[in-house]
């Protein structure tokens, strides 16, 4: 089970973006994901006129490694680490570890 998934509010804590808030937009693979917003870079596109594209440089989110982002608790109002309990009837859900609330997604 992933700590962070598609969709979630992270928070990132090092880097160029230290502190700023994005949602996930996808998973790269097991260890970087794309966040919204973050991690923004410069990319010069060739034209292709067999698919309409234009030339010129285009601005991107690359991906970033899931250490250097934390899930946003909206109790807290910060980053926070999370973990992952199976509750009685069998089900893995994940948690903040600061304050012990499931996570909602």
């Known amino acids: 089970m992933n700590k962070i998934r598609k969709g979630d509010e992270v928070v990132v804590l090092t880097g160029k973006d230290r502190g700023r808030r994005g949602t996930v937009l996808r998973r790269v693979d097991d260890e970087r994901v794309v966040v919204e917003g973050v991690n923004r870079v410069k990319k010069h596109v060739r034209p292709n006129p067999l698919k309409g594209e234009v030339g010129g440089i285009v601005e991107k989110e690359m991906p970033i490694h899931v250490s250097n ?37």
């Open 69 to 105: 982002v934390a899930l946003f608790n909206p109790a807290t109002q910060k980053g926070d680490r999370i973990g992952i309990k199976t509750l009685e009837d069998g089900r893995k859900v994940r948690f903040f570890k600061s304050n012990g609330e499931l996570v909602n997604a």
